[in-house]
């Protein structure tokens, strides 16, 4: 979603990717513009409360907030409103978990044609990282996961993440951090005590075989790119 903090931190990438000769092609939601220097797919998720969640703002983004976003918006709830429920009730995962499922497919897809050398998950959304996880195990592929929020959030300065959430939604979490740790290739989060704690629960990490994990800091380049410090120079 255009102005999220997990759009920006790939937006300022994209110029050296493209710079350096490599081709993205980029897998978004529809919540955002499409970007037209490279092939960039949006998806609506396939579960119901994501697709209530994209397409509220697909709406909001074709014909702003009037009568027409009002009339298709409720129409909309109200008929998803049941498969909510129990989507809820059955998994009880937050709502951008389903996007994971037309990436893969599609992402699968480009893999077979062999348009695909590297798979890069970025997020924000675990979904992303779920996709990332899906293609790696059934490709086989070299895969880069950017973490940017802590997947296993702690509950006080004591608390290393080990045990077991209430929540099914952070137990998924939990897990996808462990699946992470073991099958990417590189993997790396945005802060020091997100990197430690995230190699405090996984062991494995950094070892033979395991994805080699570190930390990065985001928002090295300033607004208005490298170029404006040299102008003003």
Same mark, same amino acid.
């Given at each position: 979603?255009?102005?999220?903090?997990?759009?920006?931190?790939?937006?300022?990438?994209?110029?050296?990717?493209?710079?350096?000769?490599?081709?993205?092609?980029?897998?978004?939601?529809?919540?955002?513009?499409?970007?037209?220097?490279?092939?960039?797919?949006?998806?609506?998720?396939?579960?119901?409360?994501?697709?209530?969640?994209?397409?509220?703002?697909?709406?909001?983004?074709?014909?702003?907030?009037?009568?027409?976003?009002?009339?298709?918006?409720?129409?909309?709830?109200?008929?998803?409103?049941? #498969?909510?429920?129990?989507? *809820?009730?059955? &998994?009880? /995962? %937050?709502?951008?978990?389903? @996007?994971?499922?037309?990436?893969?497919?599609?992402?699968?897809? #480009?893999?077979?044609?062999? *348009?695909?050398? &590297?798979? /890069? %998950?970025?997020?924000?959304? @675990?979904?992303?990282?779920?996709?990332?996880?899906?293609?790696?195990?059934?490709?086989?592929?070299?895969?880069?996961?950017?973490?940017?929020?802590?997947?296993?959030?702690?509950?006080?300065?004591?608390?290393?993440?080990?045990?077991?959430?209430?929540?099914?939604?952070?137990?998924?979490?939990?897990?996808?951090?462990?699946?992470?740790?073991?099958?990417?290739?590189?993997?790396?989060?945005?802060?020091?005590?997100?990197?430690?704690?995230?190699?405090?629960?996984?062991?494995?990490?950094?070892?033979?075989?395991?994805?080699?994990?570190?930390?990065?800091?985001?928002?090295?380049?300033?607004?208005?790119?490298?170029?404006?410090?040299?102008?003003?120079?």
């Amino acid at each position: 979603m255009d102005g999220r903090a997990s759009s920006q931190t790939i937006t300022d990438k994209i110029p050296y990717f493209l710079d350096a000769g490599i081709k993205p092609i980029v897998f978004s939601a529809i919540t955002g513009i499409k970007d037209e220097r490279f092939l960039h797919k949006q998806f609506l998720a396939w579960g119901p409360a994501a697709f209530r969640f994209d397409f509220r703002h697909w709406i909001s983004n074709q014909y702003g907030r009037g009568c027409i976003y009002k009339l298709l918006t409720t129409t909309v709830s109200i008929l998803l409103a049941p #498969l909510i429920g129990l989507e *809820k009730f059955f &998994l009880g /995962y %937050s709502s951008q978990w389903s @996007w994971a499922m037309p990436a893969f497919m599609h992402g699968w897809s #480009l893999v077979r044609q062999g *348009k695909i050398d &590297l798979i /890069y %998950s970025t997020g924000g959304a @675990w979904s992303a990282h779920l996709a990332g996880l899906w293609l790696k195990k059934t490709t086989g592929l070299p895969w880069v996961a950017e973490i940017h929020d802590p997947l296993v959030i702690r509950k006080s300065p004591n608390d290393q993440g080990f045990g077991k959430p209430k929540n099914r939604d952070a137990q998924f979490r939990q897990y996808l951090e462990r699946q992470i740790c073991q099958y990417a290739d590189w993997v790396w989060w945005f802060t020091d005590g997100a990197f430690h704690y995230a190699n405090v629960r996984n062991s494995n990490l950094n070892t033979k075989g395991s994805a080699q994990g570190f930390m990065v800091l985001p928002g090295a380049e300033p607004p208005g790119g490298l170029d404006m410090i040299q102008a003003h120079r």
